[in-house]
């Protein structure tokens, strides 16, 4: 792993790969604005959109466990550099098949799969990557870097989306085509060493499932692994459904339609905000201070937007709940990769990012059956309730005792 202590800006590999990402990340947004707006305004069907949306989040989660073993075992930078270039064919192929004025849902649905399906097996070698890349000790201010560029990226691509749709409808995949080579391309500049260690001369590599396995019991070995992939799982399914019930919110407030899309700014702002103040409040506050502070602002916020009457007091809690999310998950992802060996790194990233996703199509459920059952004020507390229970946890949980330990010094979990 990379050593030192200068700016994350002059490790030349790191900026390779984040301007990679930055770009293929924007891309991405792009067309996930752009999806909807040629099935709906061209096909004329919601529910078709729906399952197009749908279809790559289940890809992505069939592959994510099998991604991290992948790249545990076979080169992870040529995961990096093939799998864009693949995602880059089937864009362009989108931007084709536009292009000529053939739309075929049943198409566009398979290319949707098939790249969550690419994109689960990507994110298995990223942290494995990064943690070659980046010191230790830099890994919470990488990951604040890292929302900051995902916050940036949606609140860039809804207007540019709009923008080359308007402009031609086969424009926004032939973008986000271009974007995918050019992460391909970063990629392949990145220098060091990205792994994995090759084995020693006569050991027999463990089946796939076996790999996944391992994964898995390097999590239930650990009692902060353990308890926080549970958290995980619960915050992000609270934290995507919350940007749908803030649309209720809003229209139950009397906002329109440009009030929420102004909402929405503000709040992808506030992430912003988030990243780029979370260096300073990390260098400042103790890991263990962040996470239990960061457990109860999600549940205030949230409480708060509810009962707020006015839209801008709802504005004002919701990017105070995305500005406290980015130093709280930051801790929690430093803290998850200092305490993984690297060798298995990619199964136990692949775990996270499973947990992270595996309830989200639960709360997106929800939304709609609160919303419409009990209205979207209730709606909402109900999802603050559900993190109640975390945040009184955190405070006596002994499996987060490991957060009073600075990150130079956390040790890595011994694995049989």
Request: proline fraction near 5%.
């Amino acid at each position: 792993m990379a050593s030192g202590s200068s700016s994350l800006w002059r490790n030349r590999d790191y900026l390779s790969w984040w301007t990679g990402t930055a770009l293929s990340v924007l891309g991405s947004n792009v067309t996930l604005v752009a999806f909807p707006l040629l099935v709906v305004f061209g096909a004329g069907s919601v529910a078709a959109a729906g399952v197009i949306g749908a279809a790559g989040r289940i890809g992505g989660l069939i592959t994510t466990l099998w991604g991290g073993a992948l790249a545990d075992r076979v080169s992870r930078r040529l995961i990096l550099v093939v799998v864009p270039l693949v995602q880059a064919i089937l864009m362009a192929g989108v931007a084709v098949s536009v292009a000529s004025g053939h739309v075929r849902l049943l198409l566009l649905g398979g290319i949707g799969l098939v790249n969550g399906l690419l994109s689960g097996v990507l994110s298995g070698a990223e942290l494995p990557a990064l943690r070659r890349i980046v010191p230790r000790e830099q890994f919470a201010a990488r990951a604040a870097q890292e929302q900051g560029l995902h916050q940036a990226a949606q609140l860039i691509a809804s207007p540019l989306s709009a923008i080359l749709y308007t402009a031609a409808r086969w424009l926004p995949f032939g973008f986000d085509a271009v974007t995918f080579l050019l992460g391909s391309f970063f990629s392949a500049l990145i220098r060091r060493p990205l792994g994995p260690d090759r084995a020693a001369p006569g050991e027999q590599k463990p089946s796939f499932l076996a790999d996944v396995r391992a994964g898995l019991r390097v999590v239930r070995r650990e009692p902060f692994l353990r308890y926080s992939m549970l958290w995980v799982a619960v915050t992000n399914m609270v934290g995507n459904s919350f940007l749908l019930l803030l649309i209720v919110l809003l229209r139950d407030r009397g906002a329109g339609p440009r009030t929420v899309g102004f909402t929405n700014s503000i709040v992808l702002v506030g992430g912003l905000i988030g990243a780029v103040v979370a260096g300073w409040i990390l260098r400042r506050v103790r890991p263990r201070t962040v996470f239990l502070i960061g457990g109860w602002v999600y549940v205030m916020t949230l409480a708060l937007a509810a009962v707020a009457p006015e839209p801008w007091q709802i504005t004002v809690a919701a990017a105070l709940f995305v500005f406290a999310s980015v130093p709280t998950v930051s801790v929690w992802e430093a803290y998850v990769a200092s305490l993984v060996p690297d060798a298995y790194v990619g199964r136990v990233g692949s775990v996270a990012n499973f947990s992270a996703q595996s309830l989200v199509w639960l709360g997106m459920i929800l939304v709609g059956v609160l919303a419409d059952a009990l209205g979207a004020t209730v709606g909402v507390l109900c999802f603050s309730a559900l993190l109640v229970p975390f945040a009184i946890i955190n405070l006596f949980a002994r499996a987060l005792d490991v957060l009073r330990t600075p990150l130079a010094e956390v040790r890595e979990v011994d694995v049989p």
